[in-house]
């Protein structure tokens, strides 16, 4: 499947941006769910975006919509979370993960085999 890894997390002030990216060793992300999660200490992993990148279809988490954008860049072999107006409740790490589909942010907390290792973000006012 290739291993998926996380880049771009770091410490940033309350109101400002981070963007993150994932990318897949040796494999296109083609016709397939990439899905960004995150984990704050002692909380559930939510789901936080996700994109089916046949159509580049956008599904958003409740808490982020509106402030964070997830893209496809064919030419890097990335997709991205673009996230702005953070807030300190956006702190947790990151992780993204590869289905067939997009199913439920539930659906695939619970049936995604690949994840990559995460990476930090940390939100301080």
């Known amino acids: 499947q290739g291993q998926l890894m996380e880049s771009g997390g770091g410490s940033v002030q309350v109101g400002g941006s981070l963007r993150l990216s994932c990318s897949r060793d040796?494999?296109?992300?083609?016709?397939?769910?990439v899905a960004w999660f995150r984990q704050a200490p002692g909380k559930e992993r939510e789901g936080v975006a996700a994109i089916a990148t046949e159509f580049d279809l956008t599904y958003y988490g409740d808490s982020v919509k509106g402030r964070f954008t997830i893209s496809h860049d064919n030419a890097a072999n990335t997709v991205d979370l673009q996230m702005d107006s953070l807030k300190r409740e956006d702190t947790g790490i990151y992780y993204c993960t590869v289905a067939r589909a997009c199913g439920t942010w539930r659906h695939m907390r619970l049936s995604n085999q690949y994840w990559g290792q995460g990476t930090q973000v940390t939100v301080s006012s």
């Open positions: 040796g494999y296109e992300f083609k016709n397939i769910c």
